[in-house]
């Protein structure tokens, strides 16, 4: 793999916090390149079985969810969206031979899934990282659009991760290496963060804010629901953490966005959090609108990040 | 939900640790009785919307693993091991109305999937023992079937975890319930695991051992891979820890057992883990088997399993 960078791109790929030219997405792994063939098992995807670079090179979009339905939703919505001359029965789950995650190539957009919880994110972030390594992809723009609970906002609303927070609602990631426990940064970038509000300003038809994002390990015991198979709080108890993540400026929690933001900003994705809220925890646990509204909230992240690449790639928007 | 059990079954559940009678499973939650409807949000299933006693009354195994087609295969071969009269084209995933989750019936037996780590894993079990619960389920035996990482022992080996150890080789899950960090025992039973070895006595093409299964949350840093888009280690200090692994009596390593025998444990459901290994961590990295190969030591877990349901229903077992 040494040899799969030109020499001229290797001073921009080592200053990852500054973004001069194109900024190539790396790996931190001195192993990597010395491998004779890297199998990423579970994408069902390699570099001696598969061309990365033809398949994946020019991405410069990567959406990722919790479920594959979902994720393959998003990839038909993309790909009328984007008006592509090929037809939408061509589109096909790259991964089909795993059915750990799904994934749609959509011109420039790639929509994968993540399944539920950091493990699981994680073990796709690894993969897909180095997909995109393999396949020398630059200047990468990745979005989680997910769902999530609220905290003291309407269910329906979207939030704009400003910052992802542990259950303890510090931005940090413990990252467990052996048997040591590293903590890593979780800081997103500001300024997609921005630029996605500001693309959400012309959408009115629901409320877009920012706030942080609070990862759990868990969604019954660990986000104060009191609805699980076990539960060893009270209810004043309960209320009083997600008042207290509230003060802390907790609008919203799920269970991927620590290891998300910590990995993509070791490698030089620009990453960013969209979530809809499908409840407001301090008025109840569990998720019970009918079937119609909580697939119409779902749609809400994925028409916000079609209005925000449209717009990158310059293309008239006529919808919303 | 106080109506739903007989008065007599009511002191055998509150004996959770001796085994006097019916065991009911049970939830360790004074909140939920009180509930007017539960909804099981990740499996699309519901007090209200089903009759979930007549659905899963007579459920005596549940059987879970990772990945739903893998799940979806050990169905239709139980199907067959068991011999029951319904067409195998009725077998229909009960969770179909969502894609977090496949669950199929097969008699007395549950086949689930639980998706990859500790979160995924964790969802899945508050909603499955809340549904035994309300189907007033007793003496049900759960076993988690998946695949793993050997640590010296040949690849396609099967271990029934005699300890689930978390990544400092201790016997014990740490939960955060709000923002307390509570740790609980991942004791297995014993009995169980026994009746499993012995059971795979009289399987001669693969061999079959108990041993300790240490637990990750995190399928490259975490296991001391050299291959994911990030390591930090050396490769010395990789194999050392691996090395510590074996020598605290560890023999494969996966991403679900520490929780999932907390969990179980707490409620009343005798579990055990059985994984086949994939690779020997000491010798590689990477799952590069054949597909083929790979198939067939999956598919190693299940025989035994299914040998082992059989004996305990008195079926005559004609295959193996």
Redesign the interface.
């Given at each position: 793999m040494a040899s799969i960078f030109p020499a001229s791109s290797t001073p921009m790929r080592s200053d990852r916090n500054t973004y001069v030219g194109k900024c190539f997405v790396h790996?931190?792994?001195?192993?990597?390149d010395s491998?004779d063939?890297?199998?990423l098992?579970?994408l069902d995807l390699g570099t001696k079985t598969h061309n990365l670079p033809a398949m994946f090179g020019d991405v410069k979009f990567v959406c990722i969810g919790?479920?594959?339905?979902r994720m393959k939703a998003f990839a038909l919505f993309m790909h009328k969206e984007l008006r592509l001359e090929d037809a939408e029965e061509d589109m096909k789950d790259i991964c089909a031979g795993t059915?750990?995650y799904c994934m749609y190539k959509i011109g420039p957009v790639l929509s994968i899934s993540h399944?539920?919880?950091?493990?699981?994110i994680?073990?796709m972030?690894?993969?897909l990282?180095?997909l995109l390594?393999h396949a020398r992809c630059c200047d990468v723009t990745i979005i989680r659009i997910g769902t999530s609970g609220g905290i003291g906002i309407a269910p329906g609303s979207v939030v704009i991760t400003d910052e992802a927070v542990d259950?303890?609602?510090k931005p940090q990631f413990e990252?467990?290496?052996?048997?040591n426990i590293?903590t890593r940064s979780t800081e997103l970038d500001k300024e997609l963060a921005e630029e996605l509000l500001n693309c959400s300003k012309d959408i009115s038809d629901f409320p877009t804010l920012t706030g942080h994002t609070m990862c759990?390990?868990?969604?019954?015991?660990?986000q104060?629901r009191?609805?699980?198979?076990?539960?060893?709080?009270s209810?004043e108890?309960?209320l009083d953490?997600l008042k207290r993540a509230y003060n802390a400026g907790v609008r919203n929690i799920e269970?991927e966005s620590t290891v998300f933001a910590a990995?993509c900003r070791?490698?030089g994705l620009k990453a960013a959090v969209v979530c809809v809220t499908l409840l407001d925890r301090l008025e109840c646990d569990?998720?019970?609108f009918p079937h119609d509204v909580l697939v119409e909230y779902q749609k809400r992240p994925q028409r916000l990040i079609s209005k925000f690449i449209k717009q990158r790639l310059g293309l008239r928007d006529q919808t919303s």
């Amino acid at each position: 793999m040494a040899s799969i960078f030109p020499a001229s791109s290797t001073p921009m790929r080592s200053d990852r916090n500054t973004y001069v030219g194109k900024c190539f997405v790396h790996v931190e792994n001195p192993y990597l390149d010395s491998m004779d063939e890297d199998v990423l098992y579970h994408l069902d995807l390699g570099t001696k079985t598969h061309n990365l670079p033809a398949m994946f090179g020019d991405v410069k979009f990567v959406c990722i969810g919790g479920s594959p339905n979902r994720m393959k939703a998003f990839a038909l919505f993309m790909h009328k969206e984007l008006r592509l001359e090929d037809a939408e029965e061509d589109m096909k789950d790259i991964c089909a031979g795993t059915d750990r995650y799904c994934m749609y190539k959509i011109g420039p957009v790639l929509s994968i899934s993540h399944g539920m919880g950091i493990p699981s994110i994680s073990i796709m972030l690894h993969e897909l990282i180095k997909l995109l390594y393999h396949a020398r992809c630059c200047d990468v723009t990745i979005i989680r659009i997910g769902t999530s609970g609220g905290i003291g906002i309407a269910p329906g609303s979207v939030v704009i991760t400003d910052e992802a927070v542990d259950s303890f609602f510090k931005p940090q990631f413990e990252q467990i290496i052996l048997d040591n426990i590293v903590t890593r940064s979780t800081e997103l970038d500001k300024e997609l963060a921005e630029e996605l509000l500001n693309c959400s300003k012309d959408i009115s038809d629901f409320p877009t804010l920012t706030g942080h994002t609070m990862c759990t390990y868990d969604f019954y015991e660990g986000q104060g629901r009191l609805d699980g198979a076990l539960c060893s709080f009270s209810r004043e108890k309960g209320l009083d953490y997600l008042k207290r993540a509230y003060n802390a400026g907790v609008r919203n929690i799920e269970m991927e966005s620590t290891v998300f933001a910590a990995m993509c900003r070791l490698c030089g994705l620009k990453a960013a959090v969209v979530c809809v809220t499908l409840l407001d925890r301090l008025e109840c646990d569990q998720i019970n609108f009918p079937h119609d509204v909580l697939v119409e909230y779902q749609k809400r992240p994925q028409r916000l990040i079609s209005k925000f690449i449209k717009q990158r790639l310059g293309l008239r928007d006529q919808t919303s």
